[in-house]
């Protein structure tokens, strides 16, 4: 069993199912919602503990009725919640997501709140889980505060850091030459390299642009088209595994959690990417993000079937 290092967000998920997304100014009907765990990082956290990882989730929560949703959830799931903080004063994360029942596609807003607060110190009270773990994961929902520190302690214990460069936002891009990888969707990709990315060559080209930043390996999911990695004499798409999807919010997180959970244990870059593939594919199935997530023999089975 490998261990693996979270630092990123919670947030409570606020999701309504519609038939389509409104325009402006227009009032369209939903017809369900539902409340779940969600946030990046703990999406991420809850993907790599169900693949196998042993987790360390750092985060924090608000003094609001939502942070008990986040105790519940980590709690079912059985996660280490020493380094998940708490502050009063501040609400707990919370994102407000519209989903197109007909394409399962996603709009949402997100609330980042709490997340902002993790300070360098809280970071640095888990050195010990940094000098004992085998990844350490990263996004950008969290606060720049907190993203260094992880940063630091992770290259102070030579350890692997993956960079999830989501959500977009303007951060100091000098940290893409401090991680061994950086994880940019294809919309992300554009924002940060100013290339757009709709096939192998343009996704080649945002990652040359990533390496000019000094970004070492450059991993770009491109949904229903899989995933481009740039990696040493790696330079290819890893093709995507054809299901039925209901809902994509978290297929995303899923994709880096199972990535850092093989990466844990062993395995290959390209062996990695397919086992986070599976783990995408299989959430993207399900409703919700974090709840979505499957579990270790699941994806195994799916990879199996389709060996």
Avoid: W
Avoid at 182 to 205: C, H, I, M
Avoid at 230 to 244: C, R, W
């Amino acid at each position: 069993m490998g261990k693996v290092v979270v630092v990123g967000s919670f947030i409570t998920d606020i999701a309504v199912y519609t038939p389509r997304f409104p325009v402006d100014g227009e009032t369209v009907m939903g017809d369900r919602l539902k409340f779940g765990p969600g946030g990046k990082g703990s999406n991420q956290a809850t993907a790599a503990h169900r693949a196998g990882a042993e987790v360390t989730m750092i985060t924090k929560l608000g003094g609001d009725f939502m942070a008990q949703i986040a105790i519940d959830h980590y709690e079912n799931e059985k996660m280490d919640m020493k380094y998940v903080y708490r502050d009063a004063e501040c609400e707990t994360g919370s994102a407000i997501i519209e989903i197109n029942k007909e394409t399962a596609e996603n709009r949402i807003i997100v609330m980042t709140a709490a997340n902002e607060k993790i300070t360098r110190e809280e970071v640095f009270a888990a050195e010990k889980e940094f000098a004992e773990c085998d990844v350490v994961l990263l996004q950008h929902e969290t606060s720049p505060e907190s993203l260094a520190a992880a940063i630091e302690l992770g290259n102070k214990y030579n350890k692997k850091i993956i960079l999830n460069t989501a959500p977009m936002r303007e951060v100091d891009r000098s940290l893409f030459a401090k991680v061994d990888f950086v994880t940019p969707n294809e919309t992300e990709a554009e924002y940060y390299s100013g290339v757009k990315v709709v096939d192998l060559e343009t996704a080649r080209q945002a990652a040359a642009k990533f390496k000019e930043m000094g970004a070492k390996n450059v991993l770009i999911t491109l949904g229903k088209a899989g995933s481009y990695v740039n990696a040493g004499d790696i330079d290819e798409i890893v093709p995507p595994f054809t299901v039925k999807a209901v809902d994509t919010t978290g297929a995303g997180d899923a994709f880096n959690g199972g990535f850092c959970a093989a990466l844990s244990e062993g395995k290959d870059i390209i062996s990695a990417v397919k086992f986070a593939s599976a783990l995408a594919a299989i959430s993207v199935t399900r409703p919700g993000t974090s709840p979505a997530m499957p579990y270790r023999e699941e994806i195994d089975a799916f990879l199996a079937e389709r060996a």
